[in-house]
């Protein structure tokens, strides 16, 4: 994901929808991608009002345009905001999802790093200067980097993207579906490849040789 992704933020409906239903058999690591390479997005707010619309008319989910401020707006602060703070032992997606809400919900300007810091910091429950030392460890940067180069290997050009694995090795990757309905069928298929394994060999041992 990247932190600031519309198509991320309405893929969470979905991915939270499938964690009720499945519990602890889905276990989810979230990884950024970030966009732009980390730089300028380089088009206007007038013409992300534009993508939002065409957004909300394929997904029915209305999202606030209000943080754009400019063509030099980056979405490279929220993400090492949210990166910093699992670095920091927060390993749950709450400090990204306070990040993305107060963007594309209430309008924040969360491009700017000030606005970022203070979101992500409340939404973790530690101060601003704890947030901003672990953004400054060249280790958090490079961890987005590393991340950022998977998803680039995987030659997929589109976030949200999941990449499904199961314990028999079975592998399904999805970049830019979203639908509840879609990650559920991916999902529901390799819990019941994995279970008809575990069936089998419980009453049939593999042979050593």
């Given at each position: 994901v990247?932190?600031?992704?519309?198509?991320?933020?309405?893929?969470?409906?979905?991915?939270?929808?499938l964690?009720?239903?499945?519990?602890?058999?889905?276990?989810?690591?979230?990884?950024?991608?970030?966009?732009?390479?980390?730089?300028?997005?380089?088009?206007?707010?007038?013409?992300?009002?534009?993508?939002y619309?065409?957004?909300?008319?394929?997904?029915?989910?209305?999202?606030?345009?209000?943080?754009?401020?400019?063509?030099a707006d980056?979405?490279?602060?929220?993400?090492?905001?949210?990166?910093?703070?699992?670095s920091?032992?927060?390993?749950?997606?709450?400090?990204?999802?306070?990040?993305?809400?107060?963007?594309?919900?209430?309008?924040?300007?969360?491009?700017?790093?000030d606005?970022?810091?203070?979101?992500?910091?409340?939404?973790?429950?530690?101060?601003a200067?704890?947030?901003?030392?672990?953004?400054d460890?060249?280790?958090?940067?490079?961890?987005?980097?590393?991340?950022?180069?998977?998803?680039?290997?995987l030659?997929l050009?589109v976030?949200?993207?999941?990449?499904?694995r199961?314990?028999?090795?079975?592998?399904?990757?999805?970049?830019?579906?979203?639908?509840?309905?879609?990650?559920a069928?991916?999902?529901?298929?390799?819990?019941?490849?994995?279970?008809?394994?575990?069936?089998f060999?419980?009453?049939?041992?593999?042979?050593?040789?």
């Amino acid at each position: 994901v990247d932190v600031l992704s519309s198509w991320s933020f309405v893929a969470e409906q979905a991915l939270d929808r499938l964690r009720a239903e499945l519990g602890a058999r889905l276990e989810v690591e979230w990884r950024i991608a970030f966009l732009f390479d980390g730089g300028p997005m380089g088009y206007s707010p007038e013409k992300n009002a534009w993508y939002y619309r065409r957004n909300a008319l394929v997904t029915g989910v209305t999202l606030n345009t209000a943080w754009r401020e400019s063509v030099a707006d980056t979405t490279w602060h929220a993400n090492l905001a949210a990166q910093a703070a699992r670095s920091l032992g927060i390993e749950d997606d709450r400090v990204r999802r306070a990040l993305t809400r107060a963007a594309m919900v209430n309008g924040k300007h969360v491009g700017r790093r000030d606005v970022a810091v203070a979101i992500a910091a409340s939404a973790a429950g530690i101060s601003a200067a704890e947030l901003e030392k672990a953004m400054d460890d060249p280790r958090t940067a490079a961890r987005m980097n590393e991340t950022t180069a998977e998803f680039k290997a995987l030659k997929l050009e589109v976030q949200p993207a999941f990449v499904f694995r199961n314990e028999i090795g079975d592998t399904a990757i999805l970049s830019g579906l979203y639908t509840y309905e879609t990650l559920a069928a991916c999902a529901r298929e390799m819990l019941a490849a994995a279970d008809g394994y575990a069936s089998f060999i419980a009453q049939n041992p593999e042979p050593k040789q």
